[in-house]
């Protein structure tokens, strides 16, 4: 850091200084605390690092992942690293892609209040009141595009009253769109059959065998794909 | 909250932008295969003799490699001064794997199929791993146009013809099926209404083979198997945040199993397994030369000390990946990935002058190392606040030639990235540096997944000898998944024929005393497990 303002935090109730420019993950680092909870990838993907914090002053609760977000002055946090949403058991082979599955997996889908709580807890600004609400239409094409982005990372969860289980209930949805209601590659599938039935075994053991040179030569003025 | 570019980044964006209209018409030509070694041996961090040392012990005494892994390599056990009952055993298993990311969980699924008991074990959650992270995509020659001779050629090319052919052959051959079989598991790869997967071109590649499922395609992957592994609670067990910190023998030379920590209570475990997996991942967070990193938390190289120090081969350990385009602003995110897919996408690499100065889709250590060399040698980076500096992507460009709406579209992960602090990729270009990406090399594997010690096998970041001196985009999450699959089902049918002997850690005294004939005098202990930042603020 070329430039240190420090500012004051409160990691779980107690105060420290910081250096104003880092996320509150690196905040709690420069703290003291060796996370093993509450971190994982860094990098917003992986749902480990879900902070719940507040401002001086002002009582509206936020909620941000604590790789993705910078510390304010002021700002009160603690993480939330586990929460025990429920997750139904299936084979996803055994399923058919409907509302019956949805609702028979996840009964509670139908005490949806529609209260939008979710949406506001969401650290990736997904939709959640939207796909349950494709979920309850049993819209299970828009309930995976909807939650494409979600990192599962339960906050949805931790604020719902109807205890719901909205990443688990939007993962069921993604997996039975991808498998059942879109259509499977043909090209793919063509193409396993060939090597499966030898098509390019000859090919593949004659450039195996090829002396480094004629490779290299080879690669040096292969034709490529036009954009 | 951060306001976006500085004034001074601001001018040079002016320039970016003027000189766009006339880059879109203008294709920066491919180097030669001499300059390409000319740039390498001049600016890749691979070629700096200060940054590695021989290694003193072990079965690759003499390799080189960076010295924060010979440090490890080199480290001593925890276990060097512990009295343990391996005849307590607390988990006994037909298949152990070691790692709960994309190879881990790919080689669960496998081994179960193989009809075989299966135990996870994993450092932090199951899924937190560098396959979560992946943005750009996974290769496959599945188009007319393509096939897997031409994936081959791809792949030896990138690798500078150092691969291993028999697991490249693996890698092209299973690849189609590889996808397939995330097809049917769910995965939702980008494609067209009628079912055609939508494929691009990454760096290196001669076709467009790149699938992707948006820029979350290492996320779609990862909570995909791990959803499909716990479709099988009473067939495969994971247990979270209990890293192995030394592997098991028996007194027939075979691998046994491991012992585990328990991170948050300290506890060790003793784990009996026929056969044992070997899928922790790579080593970003080891920090090579001081570089950030797009890595997991948990990348600290575990499973090749392990396998080192029973006696496993190892191979290209003195060769790292650096992605050519990490951020290098805004200060929080530096190091962070920026996807492949955006230079996929047709953005161009332009320095502070607005011009480009390299084909934007060279293999990634050629690309990496002409950006270092724009800003080392020819000083025309652009310096930020915090002291980096990058060079620009120009990220707008997508949506000129694709339409507007593409990269919100294709980019979701990115735009939400640098929009939490500020920067709108859409509108502003991104200013990247080269970052540690990757471990091209590892523990040495046969095509069907298995390492040099009986009964081990291994999977994923941990290996080496696909990829060669370096590997392209897209080939990573096909390793995992391809080889997560072969040494799953290998490791599964292996395990029906195991007779396990009398349990012993006899290696981990030889190991001592090998440190100690070898005159190693540091008193650092490995698997590392964790980083440890405090009080850094990294």
Same mark, same amino acid.
């Given at each position: 850091?070329?430039?240190?303002?420090?500012?004051? /935090?409160?990691?779980?109730?107690?105060?420290?200084?910081?250096?104003?420019?880092?996320? /509150?993950?690196?905040?709690?680092? !420069?703290?003291? !605390?060796?996370?093993?909870?509450?971190?994982?990838?860094?990098?917003?993907?992986?749902?480990?690092c879900a902070t719940v914090y507040r401002i001086d002053g002002d009582p509206k609760l936020h909620i941000g992942l604590a790789c993705g977000t910078q510390v304010e002055p002021g700002m009160h946090l603690t993480q939330i690293p586990f929460y025990p949403a429920e997750r139904a058991q299936y084979r996803l082979d055994?399923?058919?892609?409907?509302?019956?599955?949805?609702?028979?997996? !996840?009964?509670?889908?139908?005490?949806?209040?529609?209260? %939008?709580?979710?949406?506001?807890?969401?650290?990736?600004?997904?939709?959640?009141?939207?796909?349950?609400?494709?979920?309850?239409? %049993?819209?299970?094409?828009?309930?995976?595009?909807?939650?494409?982005?979600?990192?599962?990372? %339960?906050?949805?969860?931790?604020?719902?009253?109807?205890?719901?289980?909205?990443?688990? /209930?939007? /993962?069921?949805?993604?997996?039975?769109?991808?498998? !059942?209601?879109?259509?499977r590659a043909e090209h793919l599938a063509e193409r396993v059959t060939e090597i499966r039935t030898g098509k390019y075994d000859d090919e593949l053991a004659e450039i195996k065998a090829m002396p480094e040179a004629e490779l290299r030569q080879r690669y040096n003025t292969r034709d490529i794909e036009a954009d | 909250m951060?306001?976006?570019?500085?004034?001074?980044?601001?001018?040079?964006?002016?320039?970016?932008?003027?000189?766009?209209?006339?880059?879109?018409?203008?294709?920066?030509?491919?180097?030669?295969?001499?300059?390409?070694?000319?740039?390498?041996?001049?600016?890749?961090?691979?070629?700096?003799?200060?940054?590695?040392?021989?290694?003193?012990?072990?079965?690759?005494?003499?390799? &080189?490699?960076?010295?924060?892994?010979?440090?490890?390599?080199?480290?001593?056990?925890?276990?060097?001064?512990?009295?343990?009952?391996?005849?307590?055993?607390?988990?006994?298993?037909?298949?152990?794997?070691?790692?709960?990311?994309?190879?881990?969980?790919?080689?669960?699924?496998?081994?179960?199929?193989?009809?075989?008991?299966?135990?996870?074990?994993?450092?932090?959650?199951?899924?937190?791993?560098?396959?979560?992270?992946?943005?750009?995509?996974?290769?496959?020659?599945?188009?007319?146009?393509?096939?897997?001779?031409?994936?081959?050629?791809?792949?030896?090319?990138?690798?500078?013809?150092?691969?291993?052919?028999?697991?490249?052959?693996?890698?092209?051959?299973?690849? =189609?099926?590889?996808?397939?079989?995330?097809?049917?598991?769910?995965?939702?790869?980008?494609?067209?209404?009628?079912?055609?997967?939508?494929?691009?071109?990454?760096?290196?590649?001669? +076709?467009?083979?790149?699938?992707?499922?948006?820029?979350?395609?290492?996320?779609?992957?990862?909570?995909?198997?791990?959803?499909?592994?716990?479709?099988?609670?009473?067939?495969?067990?994971?247990?979270?945040?209990?890293?192995?910190?030394?592997?098991?023998?028996?007194?027939?030379?075979?691998?046994?199993?491991?012992?585990?920590?328990?991170?948050?209570?300290?506890?060790?475990?003793?784990?009996?397994?026929?056969?044992?997996?070997?899928?922790?991942?790579?080593?970003?967070?080891?920090?090579?030369?001081?570089?950030?990193?797009?890595?997991?938390?948990?990348?600290?190289?575990?499973?090749?000390?392990?396998?080192? &120090?029973?006696?496993?081969?190892?191979?290209?350990?003195?060769?790292?990946?650096?992605?050519?385009?990490?951020?290098?602003? =805004?200060?929080?995110?530096?190091?962070?990935?920026?996807?492949?897919?955006?230079?996929?996408?047709?953005?161009?690499?332009?320095?502070?002058?607005?011009?480009?100065?390299?084909?934007?889709?060279?293999?990634?250590?050629?690309?990496?190392?002409?950006?270092?060399?724009?800003?080392?040698?020819?000083?025309?980076?652009?310096?930020?606040p915090s002291g980096f500096v990058g060079v620009w992507l120009d990220s707008p460009m997508i949506d000129l030639i694709h339409g507007p709406g593409t990269i919100e579209k294709e980019l979701p992960a990115m735009v939400r990235q640098f929009a939490r602090f500020g920067v709108d990729i859409v509108k502003d270009p991104?200013?990247?540096?080269?970052?540690?990406?990757?471990?091209?090399?590892?523990?040495?594997?046969?095509?069907?997944?298995?390492?040099?010690?009986?009964?081990?096998?291994?999977?994923?970041?941990?290996?080496?000898?696909?990829?060669?001196?370096?590997?392209?985009?897209?080939?990573?999450?096909?390793?995992?998944?391809?080889?997560?699959? +072969?040494?799953?089902?290998?490791?599964?049918?292996?395990?029906?024929?195991?007779?396990?002997?009398?349990?012993?850690?006899?290696?981990?005294?030889?190991?001592?005393?090998?440190?100690?004939?070898?005159?190693?005098?540091?008193?650092?202990?490995?698997?590392?497990?964790?980083?440890?930042?405090?009080?850094?603020?990294?």
């Open positions: 850091m070329a430039e240190t303002n420090m500012i004051p /935090i409160y990691i779980m109730g107690k105060q420290y200084f910081v250096p104003d420019a880092l996320t /509150i993950m690196g905040a709690l680092e !420069y703290a003291g !605390y060796k996370l093993i909870r509450g971190v994982g990838c860094r990098a917003a993907f992986c749902g480990a055994e399923l058919e892609p409907t509302f019956a599955t949805m609702v028979s997996l !996840y009964p509670q889908l139908l005490k949806c209040l529609g209260c %939008g709580t979710c949406t506001k807890s969401c650290p990736q600004d997904l939709q959640v009141k939207d796909y349950m609400a494709a979920a309850m239409r %049993g819209d299970i094409s828009r309930v995976a595009d909807l939650s494409f982005d979600c990192i599962m990372c %339960g906050m949805c969860v931790s604020r719902c009253p109807a205890e719901e289980a909205q990443p688990n /209930i939007a /993962i069921l949805a993604r997996r039975l769109h991808g498998r !059942y209601l879109t259509p | 951060n306001d976006g570019y500085t004034p001074g980044m601001r001018e040079s964006i002016k320039k970016v932008e003027a000189t766009r209209p006339a880059r879109l018409q203008e294709t920066w030509p491919m180097m030669t295969p001499v300059e390409k070694q000319e740039v390498l041996r001049k600016f890749h961090p691979d070629y700096k003799p200060e940054g590695m040392r021989e290694l003193r012990v072990g079965p690759a005494k003499g390799l &080189r490699t960076p010295h924060e892994l010979a440090d490890l390599l080199e480290g001593h056990s925890m276990l060097r001064n512990e009295e343990l009952d391996l005849e307590q055993v607390d988990f006994e298993t037909d298949v152990l794997i070691i790692g709960g990311g994309g190879a881990g969980s790919a080689a669960a699924l496998l081994a179960r199929e193989e009809g075989a008991q299966v135990l996870v074990v994993t450092k932090l959650r199951h899924g937190d791993a560098n396959t979560m992270m992946a943005q750009g995509g996974i290769q496959a020659a599945d188009k007319p146009e393509d096939n897997p001779v031409i994936h081959y050629l791809d792949v030896m090319g990138g690798g500078h013809f150092t691969n291993d052919p028999d697991l490249v052959e693996a890698l092209v051959r299973d690849a =189609p099926e590889a996808i397939a079989w995330l097809e049917s598991l769910g995965c939702m790869f980008d494609k067209e209404p009628d079912g055609t997967l939508i494929t691009i071109h990454g760096g290196g590649t001669s +076709r467009k083979r790149m699938h992707s499922a948006r820029d979350y395609s290492g996320a779609e992957i990862m909570r995909t198997l791990r959803d499909e592994v716990r479709s099988y609670p009473d067939e495969i067990e994971v247990i979270e945040f209990a890293p192995a910190i030394e592997l098991i023998m028996d007194d027939k030379g075979q691998a046994a199993g491991a012992v585990l920590l328990n991170l948050e209570t300290g506890e060790h475990y003793i784990v009996r397994a026929k056969t044992t997996i070997i899928a922790t991942g790579g080593s970003g967070r080891l920090h090579y030369q001081d570089f950030a990193t797009t890595n997991h938390y948990g990348a600290t190289g575990d499973g090749v000390i392990l396998a080192y &120090r029973v006696g496993a081969d190892v191979c290209f350990l003195d060769t790292m990946q650096y992605h050519p385009t990490g951020a290098a602003y =805004p200060t929080q995110i530096v190091g962070l990935l920026v996807t492949e897919k955006v230079r996929g996408l047709g953005a161009q690499v332009c320095n502070i002058e607005g011009n480009q100065f390299v084909y934007p889709r060279e293999t990634r250590d050629v690309e990496a190392s002409a950006i270092i060399r724009e800003c080392v040698d020819a000083d025309k980076g652009i310096q930020t991104i200013l990247v540096y080269p970052t540690l990406h990757y471990q091209n090399g590892g523990v040495s594997l046969k095509a069907d997944g298995a390492t040099s010690i009986p009964n081990l096998y291994g999977a994923g970041e941990i290996s080496g000898g696909v990829h060669g001196r370096n590997r392209l985009m897209g080939n990573s999450l096909l390793e995992v998944t391809v080889y997560g699959r +072969r040494a799953g089902r290998a490791a599964g049918q292996r395990c029906k024929e195991v007779s396990l002997g009398q349990l012993t850690l006899a290696h981990v005294g030889q190991w001592e005393d090998a440190l100690g004939e070898a005159g190693v005098e540091a008193e650092i202990e490995s698997p590392l497990i964790l980083p440890d930042y405090t009080r850094h603020g990294r």
